[in-house]
T-cell receptor, first 114, second 113 residues
Framework: AQSVTQLDSQVPVFEEAPVELRCNYS??????LFWYVQYPNQGLQLLLK??????LVESINGFEAEFNKSQTSFHLRKPSVHISDTAEYFCAVIMNSGYSTLTFGKGTMLLVSP | ETGVTQSPTHLIKTRGQQVTLRCSSQSGHNTVSWYQQALGQGPQFIFQ???????GRGNFPPRFSGLQFPNYSSELNVNALELDDSALYLCASSQGQADYGYTFGSGTRLTVV
């Protein structure tokens, strides 16, 4: 079985500052990794994913995440945040062999203030 | 291309009642998964349907059941509602079992009183 740990339940940051949201996973087999964003009273939107290839993946709105196999991490970063980035961010994994489903972390609330 | 649509958006039920939640998959998607997201928690996997058959289930009791129809839309049924069933219920569709392009709906907020 796999599990996901998001150590920070809340990350406050000022607008235009950089941010890192941490995600660590545990799995007995190799996994695929995802970051989802959830705005208030909405469902989940895929932000980015790592399936294979380059360990650095980017989203269209400036976020990036790097898969680190040795540290079993997939931290999310953005060099300069906007007020509109305020949302809940969920890291998720899925095993890349056989049948599997998404396993989510508990989420990190990113609070961007002026 | 339509996304995933869930109905109703909000629902209030009394403990012991039964509820049915509905989900229309994104066009071209044949796999539907249901998740329960309690307040302040990440989504928890309930079950998944592929071509009208349940092909995976999380740690939820049998009073949580589902259906998938030939048009790949789906229902989640919960019997004998308990207060702890209050949550946001999310539906996600994808193309095939090994496709990782999950598209989530906006969810149904269920409140059990």
């Amino acid at each position: 079985a796999q599990s996901v740990t998001q150590l920070d339940s809340q990350v406050p940051v000022f607008e235009e500052a950089p941010v890192e949201l941490r995600c660590n996973y545990s799995s007995s087999v190799s996994v695929y990794l995802f970051w989802y964003v959830q705005y208030p009273n909405q469902g989940l939107q895929l932000l980015l994913k790592y399936l294979s290839g380059s360990t650095l993946v980017e989203s269209i709105n400036g976020f990036e995440a790097e898969f680190n196999k040795s540290q079993t991490s997939f931290h999310l970063r953005k060099p300069s945040v906007h007020i509109s980035d305020t949302a809940e961010y969920f890291c998720a994994v899925i095993m890349n062999s056989g049948y599997s489903t998404l396993t989510f972390g508990k989420g990190t609330m990113l609070l961007v203030s002026p | 291309e339509t996304g995933v649509t869930q109905s109703p958006t909000h629902l209030i039920k009394t403990r012991g009642q039964q509820v049915t939640l509905r989900c229309s998959s994104q066009s071209g998607h044949n796999t539907v998964s249901w998740y329960q997201q309690a307040l302040g928690q990440g989504p928890q996997f309930i079950f998944q349907y592929y071509r009208e058959e349940e092909n995976g289930r999380g740690n939820f009791p049998p009073r949580f059941s589902g259906l998938q129809f030939p048009n790949y839309s789906s229902e989640l049924n919960v019997n004998a509602l308990e207060l702890d069933d209050s949550a946001l219920y999310l539906c996600a569709s994808s193309q095939g079992q090994a496709d990782y392009g999950y598209t989530f709906g906006s969810g149904t907020r269920l409140t059990v009183v």
